[in-house]
């Protein structure tokens, strides 16, 4: 299995960028599919979950109204919207793939079978 995580960069505050991860090697329709975020010096952080059954997605406190994430399964993808990016969202983001999760249980680290490698969102003037 293999989930490759990309479109990071570095934005403007107040700027917009979408991260994409793609999965390989599992069924992907059947994993609700995760952001995470970590910044230097702080431990990984849930952001966002979109579940793998039905159109229902999951964010934490910070990013509502900001970003959104989707997901597209014929594409075997999984899209994060950042948009009014501000420099604390600078962080290394990655994405993640539960197996059948679903609820706001989806949030813990440990709910995930499988982990991108991580692309860089630096949010900076």
């Known amino acids: 299995v293999q989930l490759q995580a990309s479109g990071g960069g570095l934005v403007q505050p107040g700027g917009s960028l979408r991260l994409s991860c793609t999965a390989s090697?599992?069924?992907?329709?059947?994993?609700?599919m995760g952001w995470f975020r970590q910044a230097p010096g702080k431990e990984r952080e849930w952001i966002a979950t979109?579940?793998?059954?039905?159109?229902?997605?999951y964010y934490t406190d910070s990013v509502k109204g900001r970003f959104t994430v989707s997901r597209d399964n014929d594409k075997n993808t999984t899209y994060l919207q950042m948009t009014t990016l501000k420099p604390e969202d600078t962080a290394v983001y990655y994405c993640?793939?539960?197996?059948?999760?679903?609820?706001?249980?989806?949030?813990?680290?440990?709910?995930?079978?499988?982990w991108g490698q991580g692309t860089l969102v630096t949010v900076s003037s």
């Open positions: 090697g599992l069924i992907f329709s059947k994993y609700a």
């Open positions: 979109h579940s793998w059954s039905v159109n229902i997605q």
């Open positions: 993640a793939a539960a197996y059948f999760c679903s609820g706001t249980g989806c949030s813990v680290p440990q709910q995930y079978n499988y």
